[in-house]
């Protein structure tokens, strides 16, 4: 479904250094669904702006208004939680953000701090704008809806041509070309600005207007800009010839929106470098390929900027014919990644038989560690398959179904599905202890289904020298999370290895962090803690840096939060070697 355009008028007046007038476009919606991408189930909608919170006629005043979409009681922090801080931290920190990173705990934690209306600290500054920082955090991380949300409530936007370029790159990438080809019209000093002159290229390029494309084109190389892929893409659309196109190179919005316009794909190594939010755009555009929209939708989901039921929509969405649907289990073996897992879960849907629908889901979660989409799978399969009882003709998948329902957040089942996999004897010991931790992890100690005298005889009591320096990671988060450990434990784990390889955050940092706390610095003890997850998220920290910020953010009141931050780290680190304990399984099972 592309955008439709009505072109200017013959004759009509023009400025070749303007958008073309008159083009009107429609937002771009995915089927069935209506959603836009980059939405957000929890984005704001009516904002309002407190009257008297900026000036319109002062530039610095825009830029750096005390605005947001959440308040303390709509999801959002207190207004003065940056009462205490320095605005040069918060210049420093705000890019370093990390909003697109596989934990959803992080990145809703993030999208919280970014649009909580807050009063800025005042206090010496570079001169940068932290309103134009939070809006590019915004687009980075896919949450588009949230950018045109949050600019929206600058009445002067086109004062500030930064600014308003991200907003109208938010407008581009949900199909919304009227409204982002309207601000290029009317912002003001948009021939400084590359981005703007490559809005208003495309601008020119999508109405038609094809020299006056080629003469804003002739701008940006003039001011030195070197974009072979760009100019390449602006050539294909005023020429209609068929350019080779470059496949590796840094993507941009803007080169999104012009494949989008032109239907085709940036190439395998460009998405393999393409920042994680510009997936939602492609997921949610018909224009490109059916199975690229299905890998883009699955890596949306994954950043939490894509609903689940959006997923289940174009899966459900995909064509199969009746042979491939009718041996689902030998036919995904000859399909892309992303329609194999769409075959399996057409094949679930409809099963009725016990052992056939276990041999399904035993497929599906098996693809699904090898691709890296676990939890996502995860989140798409549950609604089929969460009525099921945990029984005997699902033993061979019952610490799957365990593991799905407890990333779910349905502790009883899950205990119910781990007790299963206990006595099924299809399970490596060591898969059980995982299990173990994870359900210790998700849930608070009152709410486990063993008591709380039991981890002395599981989590290290009785594990080889080997095995323990294995789970000295998990060990440890738990004993941060309140989980007594034997004390022989402890003392054994002194003798494994003095250094951890786990990514170490800047001592600097932590030391800031600690100073924010003891401070009452709230948005800056936030910001610090998030930062130090990195865009890598927390599965990539060591667990003293992990047990280091859950502290600082349970000492903020976001102990549930930081709760889910660690499930979410040690979950990340299971999978990560699920696939080879998959393959160890098998091998035991089999006598191998």
Same mark, same amino acid.
């Given at each position: ?14 400025? @070749? ?9 429609? !937002? ?9 991408? #980059? ?10 702006? +407190? ?16 605005? #947001? ?5 709509? =999801? ?7 009462? #205490? ?69 600058? !009445? ?13 790159? /938010? ?7 009227? $409204?982002?080809?309207?601000? *290029? ?27 006056? /494309? ?6 940006? +190389? ?6 072979? /892929? ?24 803007? %080169?999104?929106?012009? %494949? ?16 994680? #939010? ?29 609903? @689940? ?7 459900? /969405? ?13 036919? *995904? ?20 038989? !016990? ?23 995860? +989140? ?23 593991? @799905?329902?407890?990333?779910? =957040? ?11 996999? +206990? ?23 009152e709410q486990l289904a063993w008591r709380a005298a039991e981890p002395y005889e599981w989590l290290g009591m009785g594990m080889s020298a080997e095995a323990l320096n294995r789970r000295i990671h998990e060990i440890l988060v738990l004993e941060g999370l309140g989980y007594?450990? *034997? ?17 170490? @955050?800047? !001592? ?26 990195? $865009? ?57």
């Amino acid at each position: 479904m592309a955008p439709a355009l009505l072109f200017a008028q013959e004759g009509e007046e023009r400025d @070749v250094t303007g958008p073309p007038r008159g083009i009107i476009g429609k !937002p771009l919606t995915s089927p069935s669904t209506g959603a836009t991408p #980059g939405s957000s189930p929890s984005s704001p909608n009516g904002a309002s702006m +407190r009257k008297g919170s900026i000036q319109i006629d002062r530039l610095s005043t825009i830029t750096d208004a005390n605005v #947001g979409l959440l308040t303390e009681g709509s =999801g959002g922090f207190a207004r003065d939680m940056w009462s #205490g801080s320095e605005r040069a931290v918060l210049e420093a920190l705000l890019p370093k953000l990390p909003i697109a990173t596989p934990s959803h705990a992080v990145n809703d934690l993030s999208r919280r701090l970014i649009l909580t209306t807050a009063v800025i600290p005042s206090g010496t500054t570079s001169g940068a704008s932290l309103l134009e920082m939070r809006l590019q955090r915004l687009l980075d991380g896919g949450r588009y809806d949230d950018v045109i949300g949050l600019a929206g409530q600058i !009445p002067a936007v086109n004062d500030s041509p930064r600014i308003a370029a991200i907003k109208a790159q /938010a407008h581009l990438l949900i199909g919304q070309v009227t $409204e982002a080809c309207s601000l *290029a019209q009317s912002v003001k000093d948009a021939t400084e600005n590359t981005i703007w002159l490559k809005i208003r290229t495309f601008c020119f390029a999508a109405a038609g207007e094809n020299a006056a /494309a080629d003469l804003t084109a002739g701008l940006l +190389r003039d001011q030195g800009l070197q974009d072979d /892929a760009f100019n390449a893409l602006v050539a294909r659309i005023t020429t209609g010839a068929e350019i080779d196109l470059l496949t590796d190179y840094q993507v941009q919005p803007i %080169h999104v929106v012009m %494949h989008g316009h032109l239907g085709l794909s940036p190439g395998d190594k460009a998405l393999e470098t393409m920042p994680p #939010g510009l997936f939602a755009a492609i997921a949610a555009d018909e224009r490109f390929d059916g199975t690229l929209r299905l890998n883009s939708a699955l890596k949306a989901e994954r950043i939490g900027v894509l609903s @689940v039921e959006t997923l289940a929509t174009l899966f459900d /969405a995909v064509a199969f014919s009746e042979d491939v649907l009718a041996k689902p289990l030998s036919n *995904a073996d000859n399909q892309d990644d992303a329609r194999a897992q769409a075959l399996l879960y057409r094949a679930l849907k409809v099963s009725t038989v !016990p052992s056939a629908s276990a041999e399904l889901m035993r497929k599906a979660f098996t693809l699904a560690q090898a691709q890296g989409t676990y939890e996502s799978i995860a +989140r798409l399969y549950w609604p089929v398959v969460r009525g099921l009882a945990a029984s005997s003709a699902y033993a061979s998948v019952s610490l799957d179904m365990a593991r @799905v329902a407890v990333i779910n =957040g349905d502790q009883t089942s899950a205990f119910s599905w781990f007790d299963l996999a +206990r006595q099924s004897g299809q399970v490596l010991t060591s898969e059980l202890t995982d299990m173990r931790v994870l359900l210790a992890a998700a849930a608070s100690s009152e709410q486990l289904a063993w008591r709380a005298a039991e981890p002395y005889e599981w989590l290290g009591m009785g594990m080889s020298a080997e095995a323990l320096n294995r789970r000295i990671h998990e060990i440890l988060v738990l004993e941060g999370l309140g989980y007594p450990i *034997a004390r022989n434990t402890s003392v054994r784990m002194l003798k494994g290895d003095s250094h951890s390889m786990s990514q170490s @955050v800047s !001592p600097v940092l932590l030391a800031r962090l600690k100073s924010a706390l003891v401070g009452r610095r709230e948005g800056e003890a936030i910001l610090l803690s998030l930062v130090a997850l990195g $865009e890598g998220g927390p599965a990539s920290l060591s667990s003293g840096t992990l047990v280091e910020v859950f502290g600082a953010l349970a000492q903020l009141g976001l102990h549930a939060e930081g709760r889910r931050i660690l499930f979410d780290a040690l979950a990340a680190g299971q999978l990560d070697a699920a696939h080879t304990a998959h393959i160890l399984r098998d091998m035991a099972l089999s006598g191998e």
